[in-house]
């Protein structure tokens, strides 16, 4: 056969070259093969039909926590793959200097999905993250060693994206902007884009904003007050103006409690549409309200945001943003990793970190995935999750892991 992997009769779109067509993409090898607009059904030796489909770049979750059984709010990118069209996950700082080989050798090399990853400021990365239990890693500063994190990075190059700092309340304490500034040596050291995280102040978004260097990742950045990006009118911060202008990268980073329905529409209609959309999908949110990344761009069209630019928020930019731009992108003689998504009608209640509600005629689901031109179908065909969504304030870490992954 010439093809291992014939995906058509779908409509292409391709946010890095501008295609949006009918068209058949072909795989061998792992890698595309063809993209015509009639590709010979019998040269393939496996046909996936994508009559009334999206067949776009697999998807890229920038701000994932898939260090499962390490830490306490890690996933499975397995389990979540094909449900969300994600080809590829990027851990958000999981893992810091101190546990970073057994995210590696226990998680990454072991995984079917694609895991990229930024190393945690914190030696010892998240640790203490669950609804009874919130120990910010970097509350004790004697954890925030940069130049163990230098020495991760560059032993882990092959895997690693950038450096992840939390800053804010919750998980830094006392220590203000002390762990923003080590994260930012450290990332100057190794030439790699920091990813910053605000919860609630100290420090505030106005401390935080003005360190960030063009190519840096502000996560959350549609999250509610405090620290939003917007007044109470709804004008958008004059410290957010400038850090686009800077050429700091939005990007969404759901998760629990970093997306407002309210802020994103203020900040849309003043223009400023995130240039990333990621789930910050972990174990307190897979469950609802992020679900996962499929669900947060649904929720971005729902908010107006256009199916194309969507799309381009969750391939192209994401890729982009952590340099590699052979991912996000269908090309021939490029990497056969592709996401076959319906746009599905109906009713569909989203709901944000607040508990605010917001009604959508349509959503996106998956059909399946290729990753490196193999086939791999979403077998959770049920998509109404959003619709029975209930928090689970009062459950402990083992009860919400047991109902997560099984006893």
């Known amino acids: 056969m010439q093809f291992d992997l014939l995906i058509k009769g779908g409509r292409v779109i391709e946010p890095a070259s501008g295609l949006d067509a009918p068209r058949d993409v072909a795989i061998a090898d792992g890698r595309i093969a063809a993209i015509d607009a009639a590709i010979d059904a019998g040269a393939a030796a496996k046909i996936v039909d994508a009559r009334d489909c999206i067949v776009t770049p697999g998807l890229v979750d920038l701000h994932s926590h898939v260090y499962w059984g390490g830490t306490s709010l890690g996933v499975d990118a397995d389990r979540l793959a094909a449900k969300s069209g994600t080809t590829t996950f990027v851990d958000a700082g999981s893992a810091g200097a101190g546990n970073f080989l057994g995210f590696r050798r226990h998680v990454i090399e072991r995984s079917k999905v694609r895991i990229l990853a930024y190393v945690n400021i914190s030696f010892a990365g998240i640790f203490g993250f669950a609804k009874t239990v919130s120990v910010g890693e970097c509350s004790d500063l004697r954890l925030c060693e940069p130049r163990e994190t230098v020495a991760a990075v560059r032993e882990h190059a092959d895997i690693v994206v950038g450096v992840k700092v939390r800053s804010g309340r919750h998980a830094g304490g006392a220590s203000g902007i002390a762990p923003v500034d080590l994260a930012l040596e450290a990332a100057d050291k190794v030439g790699l884009p920091l990813m910053a995280h605000i919860d609630e102040p100290p420090p505030g978004r106005s401390e935080v904003l003005p360190r960030l260097r063009r190519g840096d990742i502000l996560t959350h950045c549609f999250r509610p007050f405090p620290n939003a990006p917007v007044f109470a009118s709804g004008a958008v911060r004059p410290d957010m103006r400038l850090a686009r202008e800077r050429g700091v990268i939005f990007d969404i980073g759901h998760g629990m409690g970093s997306f407002d329905f309210e802020v994103a529409k203020a900040m849309l209609a003043e223009g400023l549409a995130p240039d990333v959309i990621s789930s910050d999908v972990h174990l307190y949110c897979v469950?609802?309200?992020?679900?996962?990344?499929?669900?947060?761009?649904?929720?971005?069209?729902?908010?107006?945001?256009?199916?194309?630019?969507?799309?381009?928020?969750?391939?192209?930019?994401?890729?982009?943003?952590?340099?590699?731009?052979?991912?996000?992108?269908?090309?021939?003689?490029?990497?056969?990793?592709?996401?076959?998504?319906?746009?599905?009608?109906?009713?569909?209640?989203?709901?944000?970190?607040?508990?605010a509600a917001l009604v959508a005629d349509q959503r996106l689901v998956s059909e399946g995935i290729a990753i490196g031109g193999k086939w791999w179908p979403n077998e959770v065909p049920d998509h109404n999750e959003t619709e029975r969504f209930e928090a689970h304030a009062h459950h402990t870490h083992v009860e919400v892991a047991a109902r997560h992954f099984g006893r």
Request: proline share 6%; hydrophobic share 50%; with cysteine.
């Open 287 to 355: 469950d609802g309200p992020a679900f996962d990344i499929l669900v947060c761009m649904s929720k971005l069209m729902a908010l107006g945001m256009p199916l194309v630019e969507v799309l381009r928020a969750a391939t192209q930019r994401p890729a982009e943003a952590i340099a590699r731009r052979e991912l996000g992108t269908l090309k021939v003689g490029g990497i056969g990793d592709v996401a076959v998504l319906r746009l599905k009608p109906g009713r569909f209640t989203f709901v944000d970190a607040v508990g």
